[in-house]
T-cell receptor
Framework: NAGVMQNPRHLVRRRGQEARLRCSPV?????VYWYRQLPEEGLKFMVY????????ESGMPKERFSAEFPKEGPSILRIQQVVRGDSAAYFC?????????????FGPGTRLTVL | AQSVTQLDSQVPVFEEAPVELRCNYS??????LFWYVQYPNQGLQLLLK??????LVKGINGFEAEFNKSQTSFHLRKPSVHISDTAEYFC???????????????FGQGTILTVHP
């Protein structure tokens, strides 16, 4: 019974490079959320996706960040031209349906370090 | 917009002592309430949730929380803690907006619980 998988677990990038973070939801879940945990801050919502659709990206920076959840394959959070301020833990969560009462299952996170 | 305040950033306690982690929220509409635990270098695990009904909610690992609507609080309690409870705890809310509700969690800043032998 695989839970939410995220890879890589740790990612090191130099300033200006691209970072690609992958999230495979629980089997059968079609709703994915991305959250970011910055040092000394709590977790902040970034984006909510259903299969092939972005539903809410209100928490995602307007530039350099993008997310997708294709029909086949994992959800991808992409950060272009990374800067030191992007260093954080990025968590993905999935749920079976969209209702707020549904439990979200979290992955172990990807810890991004920008040198 | 909703917000969540966890009043204590760090709570040290001795093993077998009781503990309470405080959480207050602010929202113009009703909310669902959650407590998550995060062990070092791991993801979040749901401890318990309040959706409706009884205001006293029991969760995993012996934790419970009480929803107090008048005080807009959802404090987490455990009568006797173990060393293994050392972790960071997050209170979170989701707007209960009926058919348009979805799982966009708003988190508090977190409380680091440290249990000493």
């Amino acid at each position: 019974n695989a839970g939410v998988m995220q890879n890589p677990r740790h990612l090191v990038r130099r300033r200006g490079q691209e970072a690609r973070l992958r999230c495979s939801p629980v089997k059968g879940h079609s709703h994915v959320y991305w959250y970011r945990q910055l040092p000394e801050e709590g977790l902040k919502f970034m984006v909510y996706l259903q299969k092939e659709n972005i539903i809410d990206e209100s928490g995602m920076p307007k530039e350099r960040f993008s997310a997708e959840f294709p029909k086949e394959g994992p959800s991808i959070l992409r950060i272009q031209q990374v800067v030191r301020g992007d260093s954080a833990a990025y968590f993905c969560a999935s749920s079976e349906s969209s209702g707020g009462h549904n439990e979200q299952f979290f992955g172990p996170g990807t810890r991004l370090t920008v040198l | 917009a909703q917000s969540v305040t966890q009043l204590d950033s760090q709570v040290p306690v001795f093993e077998e002592a009781p503990v309470e982690l405080r959480c207050n929220y602010s929202s113009s509409v009703s909310v669902y309430l959650f407590w998550y635990v995060q062990y070092p270098n791991q993801g979040l695990q749901l401890l318990l949730k309040y959706l409706s009904g009884s205001t006293l909610v029991k969760g995993i690992n012996g934790f419970e929380a009480e929803f107090n609507k008048s005080q807009t609080s959802f404090h987490l309690r455990k009568p006797s803690v173990h060393i293994s409870d050392t972790a960071e705890y997050f209170c979170a809310v989701i707007l209960n907006a009926g058919g348009t509700s979805y799982g966009k969690l708003t988190f508090g800043q977190g409380t680091i619980l440290t249990v000493h032998p």
